[in-house]
């Protein structure tokens, strides 16, 4: 059996606890490895060497840092193959969502390729008579990251090449359910020569957690999960003193008005509600069709879904792979069977007809859901699309504002117009016009609004970089040899 255990200062370190995990193939149901649960000594011997490569590691220029990230950048790109099989092995994604998650998290890496550019700040010359006033960006010191299962190697990138980029040091706890490709993403960045003790890895359960978020050398903490655990992470870690930005839930919407194109909306919500079996934050969960056009949008995301391929994530031919426990499987599998209970009518069951063997549900479409009903106020996270129907674009809009969350939502309409009031109106972090899946390229930040976010800055990009850095200023006066006098009066810029 494959064991998986943590990365400590620049090397593989088997873990003491005598807790491990199971990890599966969700493909095929059965385990692949068993992944060491961290102590709390194991978390504090991961931050003790963090703490220590610090003070290097923040005097490092500009220039080296990012020559680091460059060969990090190159690395990736020539392995992304590998970590694409290793992401379908223990995820179960397929590996063209497996390639495209590690793109994804390319470009935040290659955004900290330009730190230098990215950590410039501002001057004022003659502020006042002799006085120039200058700000700088500076790092907190050990910073940590507590990643989810869904997207284990781009959720990681999205805050260590940030983090490391700005002169931190990181601790990263990945999630217990596929955290091999974590391991080798710290292999490459020894590769790429980042010192060691700079990147660290403790796998483990709440143990590891719970020490993450009382530790007192650990400055701030980045989070991706749901909205429980989000909050439980913001509450727990600004009440000790950390700075803290927790990414929770979501239930995003897409609201398709009479004048969209039909066959354009119908295969962006069969895309964005089944890509990655639907295990993922900004997955189309619910569309709101508008009642003239329902019945035909509805019929034409019936005709694709049988052409959907469904299978082992390694099968070339596979456009949706399983889910990525059993236990997660029976769970979603719940929400199709109570919406027919609540009164909503199941158009396609994606529980027939599946593979025996593996943690596999097909896609599911759900007709005639209402708020109130569990499949559509809770978030399901599989690939279960439900269809509310609304009699006008007011009504669409204040659904979309009502829910809990706040991440992501889409419109489709030709009417440009419509689109920027849509815009406008709405109270979502990141909005798609004619866009399912609205994710920010990495030179924007990531991140909701509502139950979607806890805490003041988003994920990576402009406020990734604000996050992991905070900001001095210097106000500076050199002595005019020529004029040197005593001054007891408050200083005056008039």
Known sequence: MNRISHWINGTVVAGTSGKSGKVFNPATGEQSAAVDFASVAEVDAAVANAVAAFPAWRATNLSRRAEVMFHMRELVDVNRKEIAAMLSAEHGKVLSDALGEVARGLENIEYACGIPNLLKGGYSEQASAGVDVYNIRQPLGVVAGITPFNFPAMVPMWMFANALGCGNTFILKPSEKDPSVTMFIAELLKQAGLPDGCFNVVHGDKVAVDRILDHPDIAAISFVGSTPIAKYIYETGTRNGKRVQALGGAKN????????????????????????????????????????????????????????????????????????????????????????????TLVVDGRTNVPAQGFYLKPSLIDNVAPGMKCYDDEIFGPVLSVVRVKSYDEGVQLINDNLYGNGTAIFTRDGGAARQFQFDINVGMVGINVPVPVPVSYYSFGGWKSSLFGDQHMYGPEGINFYTRSKVVTSRWPDPRTSTVDLGFPQNR
């Open 253 to 344: 919407h897409m609201l398709v008005l009479p004048d969209a194109d039909l066959n354009m909306a119908a295969d962006a919500a069969v895309s964005a509600a089944y890509g990655s079996a639907g295990e993922r934050c900004m997955a189309i969960s619910v569309l709101l069709a508008h009642d003239s056009i329902a019945d035909a949008l509805i019929s034409k995301i019936e005709e694709r879904i049988p052409n959907i391929t469904v299978g082992a994530g390694d099968d070339p031919t596979s456009e949706m792979g399983p889910l990525i426990t059993g236990e997660h499987r029976d769970k979603v599998a719940t929400y199709i069977a109570g919406a027919t209970q609540e009164g909503a």
